[in-house]
């Protein structure tokens, strides 16, 4: 618990701080806060979620993509992958394919949920701190240690907003 403690309470700091400094260096302090949460939600190691050991076991389960297109309709129905997305299988295929291992996995998947988290709402906070403060207070530890194919869902809604906004199919 102390972990998350001080994660909140460095976030909370570095929204302070970007109170009072100059408007162009303001997005050095949102990287720098989103690259700590991208890190700590992508180099977990068992941290804490309960669903991890569910993504590691389909992620340890499914085959290389060569394997997975050949024998997908199979693939599909193996006990581990039983009511996964078939998109969320491909690209655990896809990265076990790059020769990373399910941390490897788990950080592709902060860094493009994070990416897109900024891509999207950036326009729409002044403080983008702030932003990842009620993040953190609302959806940080289910959404991004618990959810990882919902997770994936919402960033790119993240990145459709503006589409959505603009009334863009």
Not at 68 to 90: D, K, M, V
């Amino acid at each position: 618990m102390w972990f998350y403690i001080l994660l909140f309470s460095f976030c909370i700091f570095l929204l302070i701080l970007n109170n009072f400094i100059k408007m162009n260096h303001k997005k050095i302090f949102e990287i720098t806060s989103l690259i700590i949460l991208c890190l700590i939600s992508g180099t977990r190691y068992y941290l804490g979620g309960s669903d991890y050991y569910i993504y590691e076991t389909v992620f340890n389960g499914l085959p290389t993509l060569k394997d997975f297109i050949i024998n997908f309709a199979h693939i599909h129905n193996y006990y581990p992958t039983y009511g996964f997305e078939s998109g969320y299988l491909f690209i655990n295929s896809l990265i076990k394919t790059l020769g990373l291992n399910f941390f490897g996995f788990t950080l592709i998947n902060s860094i493009f949920f994070y990416t897109c988290l900024y891509i999207g709402f950036k326009k729409y906070s002044f403080n983008f701190n702030l932003l990842i403060i009620v993040f953190l207070y609302k959806v940080f530890f289910y959404n991004t240690f618990i959810s990882m194919r919902q997770s994936i869902t919402l960033a790119i809604f993240f990145l459709a907003i503006k589409y959505i906004e603009e009334k863009k199919l």
